[in-house]
């Protein structure tokens, strides 16, 4: 069983930029999807992004594209998001969580991801 942990987040002054990291315990990991979710105060844990196992396909919520992307080096056993000119709606806790897929599959439903990370807090401030 992968375990996987988040780190990199911070309070940052919105317009910078913030890279967060997603690191699992296992070299399987190169078999998992894994995606970024987030989970604001008061709101329901929502999709930010996914990447492939082999990582040459990517996905983005319409409300992170342009702004956001996802890169992994599975020899690393790692996932990053880098999220550039952060807002301040950007506040919230930040999830990567993954499941065992094929070759160029990648997916937005929270259902699927059956490993989680515990979470890295990210606050921007106006």
């Known amino acids: 069983q992968v375990r996987l942990a988040e780190s990199g987040g911070g309070s940052v002054q919105a317009g910078n930029s913030l890279t967060l990291s997603c690191e699992a315990s296992?070299?399987?990991?190169?078999?998992?999807?894994v995606a970024w979710f987030r989970q604001a105060p008061g709101k329901e844990r929502e999709f930010v992004g996914c990447?492939?196992?082999?990582?040459?396909?990517?996905e983005y919520a319409d409300s992170v594209k342009g702004r956001f992307r996802i890169s992994r080096d599975n020899a690393q056993k790692t996932v990053w998001l880098r999220i550039s000119n952060l807002k301040p709606e950007d506040t919230a806790v930040y999830y990567c969580?993954?499941?065992?897929?094929?070759?160029?599959?990648?997916?937005?439903?929270?259902?699927?991801?059956?490993?989680w990370g515990q979470g890295t807090q990210v606050t921007a401030s106006s």
């Open positions: 296992e070299p399987s990991f190169s078999d998992y999807v």
């Open positions: 969580a993954g499941y065992v897929g094929v070759t160029g599959e990648v997916s937005r439903a929270i259902g699927r991801y059956r490993y």
């Open positions: 990447i492939s196992r082999g990582g040459t396909v990517t």
